[in-house]
Structure formats: C-alpha cells, structure tokens
C-alpha cells in the first residue's frame, strides 16, 4: 500500500492556474501507476489525468491541453498543472496510485483537495 497526501489546492479566478501536488510513501512509488480524480458536487467522481509507472499519459477531454500530470520518482510526487482554469473545474480532487485498469485506479488514494474556480 501507498500513503497518499495532496496539497496545492484552493481559491481561484477563472482563467487562473494552480498546481496540485500528490505525495507518496510506504512502497515503491515508481511502480505505481498514479492518477488525478475529481468529484464535483452532484456529479459522479471522474478521472482527470493519469500516468502509468512507464510515463505514458491520460487525459480527460475536458482538460486535454490546460492540465498536465507529471511525476516525480525521486520526490516520490505526483503533480497535476491547472492552466485556464474554468468555474467548471471546482471539485474537490483526489490523488490515486496502484493499478491503472481502464479510467479506474485499484490502490489507495489520498484524503483529496479543494479547487474552488470563481468566475
């Protein structure tokens, strides 16, 4: 198991920019594959972003060209870059690591974060 903590969220205007940052500990974080989730109030949870432990990249199409997931095996940190961000964006957003299978991560996650987009 990894032990997830996110950080890095908050208030925002629109168009603004915030960067998330996932930090790991308790197993071996470069072979996990790790994702950004988000839950929006009275909207299911969705993935946002993902990187499997090879690097290759994932994208919703709502953020595919203004968010960008990176990692960090060193740091044992996962990152999620919000650019342009949209009212739309606000959900409280949650750090995942384990298993990548589909748009669904099987491992732990992390307690999640606030992102607030005023207009």
């Known amino acids: 198991q990894v032990q997830l903590v996110e950080s890095g969220g908050g208030l925002v205007q629109a168009g603004g920019s915030l960067r998330l940052s996932c930090a790991a500990s308790?197993?071996?974080?470069?072979?996990?594959?790790m994702g950004w989730y988000r839950k929006a109030p009275g909207k299911q949870r969705e993935m946002v972003a993902s990187i499997t432990r090879g690097g290759s990249t994932n994208y919703a199409d709502s953020v595919e060209g203004r968010f960008t997931i990176s990692r960090d095996n060193a740091k044992n940190t996962v990152y999620l870059q919000m650019n342009s961000l949209k009212p739309e964006d606000t959900a409280v957003y949650y750090c995942?690591?384990?298993?990548?299978?589909?748009?669904?991560?099987?491992?732990?996650w992390g307690q999640g974060t606030q992102v607030t987009v005023s207009s």
């Open positions: 308790g197993s071996i974080f470069r072979r996990k594959d």
């Open positions: 995942a690591g384990g298993v990548l299978s589909g748009a669904t991560m099987l491992g732990s």
